[in-house]
């Protein structure tokens, strides 16, 4: 089995202007996911004695977007005690620049996380920069040593998340984080909520997901004007989006051509399986959820759109061995037949698990035309590979 080694990281700084300061020496730090950036601030806090934040990615050299050389453009904090080489980057506007991956932005958000949270009766917090990419900035939010709250910021093309999470969380409260503000930019502070990410967990946990959820999804079963009205993506699978994604590669991905061309059949199956479209979460795994002793909470909801709830427990499942996944589905099954007589949820999975994936390689496609080109290696080998397990499933 391959051991994941960290990153050597190498930091390209500037200052509030956005002006070139310099470049620090590289760095070794544990964690190998480029995205996580605590361990590069701690880094160079420990053996520079500066504080940066981390704005986005410059370039990187690794195992898709896992361990390698990795260069980020970070903004410091005050004067450099250091001699700095000198910086040769390209710090050109780009249209799709998150404004958290702004040189001030994380500053200015952090600086409203705070006082949104003094507001709330928490004042003197410190913040914590976690993780920045294309698809959000998080920071810890502490008090007396202790996790109260945490701001998220989102791109534009997520916009609708602090939307998403009011929506829910009125109907099933609890299975979301509290959603204590949201601001400008894609901002929000969210309560800290207690346990652990549910990474690498079982069909116990999977199975406890799937329970909680149903019910938010069978209440949002056909009510699509309530879900519009929340600004959430309208993404009930249609053969126009999945044969564009697919185009580019009709001629790589061998049955590709085939799965699209029977696209129009496929679907009209899927809509005589008689489920409604509803919320979908989006990214329905056990790392998208806290889970300790009671019921999980439900994080991460920026992918949430309207669609057929048959993608959640496809994604939900998709890690587990065979027999968990199966139990899983039928359990699932079971449930909507309840709530849709007549309905039959089992042949509606069957004929979407090549849809789940064009959905997915759909998405990642999104991604891509939506934010700056350095950070595009995040995703650029996702859309063929989805458009692959789509075939494959198609064969199953």
Request: aromatic share 6%; glycine share 10%; hydrophobic share 50%.
């Amino acid at each position: 089995m391959d051991v994941i080694v960290g990153r050597t990281v190498t930091l390209v700084l500037v200052d509030r202007a956005g002006q070139p300061l310099g470049v620090l020496p590289p760095v070794a730090v544990p964690l190998p996911w480029w995205q996580e950036v605590s361990d590069v601030v701690a880094a160079v806090q420990a053996r520079d004695g500066v504080e940066v934040q981390i704005l986005r990615l410059l370039h990187g050299s690794g195992r898709g977007t896992v361990g390698g050389e990795v260069t980020y453009l970070a903004q410091l904090t005050g004067n450099p005690p250091i001699a700095l080489a000198p910086a040769e980057v390209d710090l050109s506007p780009q249209p799709h620049r998150a404004p958290y991956a702004q040189p001030g932005g994380p500053a200015d958000s952090v600086r409203w996380a705070l006082a949104a949270l003094a507001a709330l009766g928490t004042p003197g917090a410190t913040a914590r920069q976690q993780r920045t990419w294309n698809l959000s900035a998080i920071w810890r939010l502490d008090a007396a040593g202790t996790p109260v709250a945490w701001l998220k910021q989102v791109p534009a093309f997520f916009a609708h998340e602090p939307a998403v999470l009011r929506l829910v969380g009125s109907v099933a409260p609890g299975l979301v984080p509290p959603l204590l503000a949201s601001g400008a930019h894609g901002r929000m502070l969210l309560a800290h909520v207690p346990g652990a990410d549910g990474y690498g967990a079982g069909a116990d946990v999977c199975a406890r997901i799937a329970r909680a959820f149903h019910p938010v999804q069978a209440h949002f079963a056909g009510r699509v004007d309530d879900l519009l009205a929340a600004g959430l993506p309208d993404r009930r699978p249609a053969v126009e989006p999945f044969a564009r994604v697919a185009a580019p590669y009709l001629d790589e991905i061998a049955g590709l051509r085939e799965l699209i061309d029977d696209l129009p059949r496929r679907l009209a199956e899927v809509a005589a399986c008689g489920l409604p479209p509803t919320l979908v979460h989006g990214d329905l795994h056990p790392g998208n959820a806290r889970v300790g002793a009671g019921r999980p909470v439900l994080m991460d909801w920026g992918d949430a759109t309207i669609g057929h709830p048959a993608y959640d427990i496809l994604r939900l499942t998709g890690d587990l061995p065979e027999d968990d996944a199966e139990a899983l589905v039928a359990a699932w099954a079971l449930r909507w037949r309840r709530d849709v007589p007549g309905s039959d949820p089992m042949r509606a999975v069957r004929l979407m698990r090549p849809v789940a994936a064009l959905r997915a390689a759909l998405v990642y496609a999104d991604f891509l035309v939506a934010i700056e080109p350095t950070e595009r290696p995040y995703h650029a080998a996702d859309v063929p590979e989805r458009l692959g397990a789509a075939v494959a499933a198609a064969g199953r």
